[in-house]
């Protein structure tokens, strides 16, 4: 059972290139996030799907785009890289809304630096 | 929405010193209460959680907190810190039954600390 699996793990991109970072995650889980966590910032939520084909807006979603075409799959998107996009992103899902009592599982991070 | 607050960015002990990390949250409704550790170079781990019941929650690694609702309060406590415990402990809070903001965990900026042998 590998849980929360983020790939890739560490990539370097020059301004203005495009990536994408994958989320996969093996629970069955309705719900997936993705954060952003920078020195002294804790973490930010960027978007969030509450299930496949729903996506929504997080506390700090520009200049960012998210997909969930499939249930396990939870897709961010950098169109055009820029360097106050350094930072690690931790994807996360849960099996329904964490409100309702449901824990949250993250991924490992992934390290992305903007040059 | 919620918002959190940790007082002290970096805690420096000893060994075996106590431990007590401050927590404090904004939101009017009801919530559930979060503490996650982060060791270096590591992803989150959940240290202990608050859904509802007795207010002192026991977690892992010997870690508990009370939540205190009079003060929107939810600190955490160890009563002897060993090196291994050098991390990053982040709070987090979440509004319990409230439509979207139940799918959001806010967290709070996070406090070092750092154990001295």
């Known amino acids: 059972n590998a849980g929360v699996t983020q790939t890739p793990k560490f990539r370097v991109l020059k301004t203005g290139q495009s990536m994408t970072l994958l989320c996969a995650q093996d629970?069955?889980?309705?719900?997936m996030y993705w954060y952003r966590q920078d020195p002294g910032m804790g973490l930010r939520l960027i978007h969030y799907?509450?299930?496949?084909?729903?996506?929504a807006k997080g506390e700090v979603p520009d200049g960012y785009n998210v997909s969930r075409l499939k249930k396990q799959n939870f897709l961010l998107g950098l169109e055009s890289a820029a360097p106050s996009q350094t930072s690690v992103y931790f994807c996360?899902?849960?099996?329904?809304?964490?409100?309702?009592?449901?824990?949250?599982?993250f991924g490992e991070g992934s390290w992305l630096t903007v040059v | 929405a919620q918002s959190v607050s940790q007082h002290n960015h970096h805690v420096i002990l000893s060994e075996a010193a106590s431990l007590e990390l401050g927590c404090n949250y904004s939101?009017?409704?009801?919530?559930?209460l979060f503490w996650y550790v982060q060791y270096p170079g590591q992803h989150l781990q959940l240290l202990l959680k608050?859904?509802?019941?007795?207010?002192l929650v026991k977690g892992i690694k010997g870690f508990e907190a009370e939540f205190i609702k009079s003060k929107f309060s939810f600190n955490l406590r160890k009563p002897s810190v060993q090196w291994s415990d050098t991390a990053e402990y982040f709070c987090?809070?979440?509004?319990?039954?409230?439509?979207?903001?139940?799918?959001?965990?806010?967290f709070g900026k996070g406090t070092k600390l750092s154990v001295i042998p």
């Open positions: 629970m069955n889980h309705e719900y």
């Open positions: 799907s509450v299930g496949e084909g729903t996506t």
């Open positions: 608050y859904f509802s019941g007795d207010p």
């Open positions: 939101y009017g409704g009801t919530v559930n």
């Open positions: 987090a809070v979440n509004a319990k039954n409230s439509g979207a903001g139940s799918y959001q965990l806010t």
């Open positions: 996360a899902s849960s099996y329904r809304a964490i409100g309702y009592g449901n824990t949250i599982y």
